[in-house]
């Protein structure tokens, strides 16, 4: 079976909802507009669905120009967040986990926004180019760690069909979707072609409480970590999907043909 890309989805706000795309530029720090903007608390630490479920109903998209947010609930906001992204707001120190990044604040009123929706005081911050590695292995806005993650779509087959109620492949948050690598086919990969782009994936990726928060809803339960942990747990971490780096940058379309350029040793 010849393996094809399913899915492209960018995530413009770091923990919020994805955006489906059918076509997307690959740059070196992952697809464009990846990660470009990031809730903050007063102190610079970055927020996530780690520490606020609700984050998972907001819907952002950006052209480029102006970063819209929607909410999946409109019972919590009157209206949509229009905000036009600015350069001119003051540089902040934030940080992504451990790792040193310079965010410009992007004002008042969106501040206010989020604040008021999430119940918590956070500011909006947008990536300025910089921020301090922890790793060699590529180049990364505000995502955690890499540019990419990768799923198989086989592998989400194979966990449905151990749980109870299945669960959609938003739950992991992936930017890549592959048809036709099998089920864990991804980690058996370490070089991989798609349409005019080379992706290496580098490490598997260890999953966290997010994944039991319903993309829906907001609520959060036990599943799916708690069946992934009975047989994917892999040394200190239970894993799902690869982390990849960008080696060739390019266009990348729903529906390219996905080849495997060399695989891992046995």
Not at 29 to 34: K, P
Request: glycine content about 10%; proline content about 6%.
């Amino acid at each position: 079976m010849t393996a094809v890309l399913t899915g492209l989805t960018v995530y413009p706000l770091k923990g919020g909802g994805g955006t489906p795309l059918t076509t997307a530029e690959l740059v070196p720090t992952g697809l464009r507009h990846d990660r470009e903007f990031m809730l903050v608390t007063p102190e610079g630490r970055f927020l996530s669905q780690r520490d606020l479920a609700r984050m998972a109903l907001l819907r952002p998209s950006y052209d480029g120009e102006v970063l819209t947010v929607k909410v999946a609930d409109p019972s919590l906001a009157d209206a949509p967040l229009v905000h036009k992204a600015t350069d001119a707001g003051p540089v902040r120190e934030v940080y992504v986990h451990r790792s040193q990044c310079l965010g410009i604040d992007q004002g008042d009123e969106a501040a206010g926004w989020f604040s008021a929706l999430l119940g918590t005081d956070c500011r909006l911050v947008r990536f300025t180019g910089h921020r301090a590695t922890r790793r060699a292995d590529g180049r990364v806005a505000f995502a955690d760690a890499y540019p990419l993650l990768l799923i198989s779509q086989e592998s989400l087959e194979d966990l449905n069909g151990r749980l109870e109620r299945p669960v959609p492949m938003n739950r992991f948050r992936p930017n890549l979707v592959v048809r036709g690598l099998g089920a864990f086919g991804e980690d058996r990969v370490r070089l991989l072609r798609i349409g005019e782009t080379v992706i290496e994936l580098v490490k598997a990726c260890a999953r966290c409480v997010v994944i039991t928060t319903d993309q829906e809803t907001g609520e959060r339960g036990r599943e799916p970590l708690r069946t992934l942990g009975s047989y994917r747990a892999i040394g200190r971490g239970i894993r799902f999907g690869q982390n990849g780096v960008p080696r060739t940058v390019g266009t990348l379309r729903v529906g390219d043909a996905v080849e495997v350029l060399e695989r891992r040793p046995a």
